[in-house]
């Protein structure tokens, strides 16, 4: 019964927390990820607050402002790389970002 209950802990847990921390993409752009399920993006000086959902490998952005769109990338993390892949309200492509030395 614990070993059932530890496996549904970390699954439970392991969703948001996969990304947690900053990770940033060319000159101007970041995103920070929470752990818990929210997060922003930076672009230059303007920011949008968004909640993430992370179901395998597919990532979910809710923008909290309307006129930005919800996006879904497939991505994967190796070390401090985080790569996605452009999908649903995206442009597609593939976008590399470095984590963000703390």
């Not at 990304?19 to 399920?37: M, P």
């Not at 930076?42 to 402002?65: C, G, M, P, Q, R």
């Amino acid at each position: 019964m614990i070993a059932i209950i530890t496996i549904a802990i970390i699954n439970f847990l392991k969703p948001t927390d996969a990304l947690k921390g900053t990770f940033v993409y060319g000159e101007s752009v970041k995103y920070e990820f929470s752990g818990k399920g929210n997060g922003a993006m930076y672009d230059s000086d303007t920011e949008y607050s968004y909640t993430y959902l992370i179901e395998e490998n597919t990532l979910k952005l809710d923008f909290k402002d309307e006129a930005v769109r919800d996006a879904t990338y497939t991505f994967s993390i190796e070390n401090d790389t985080l790569t996605l892949i452009g999908g649903e309200g995206t442009m597609g492509g593939e976008y590399i970002l470095e984590r963000e030395s703390e």
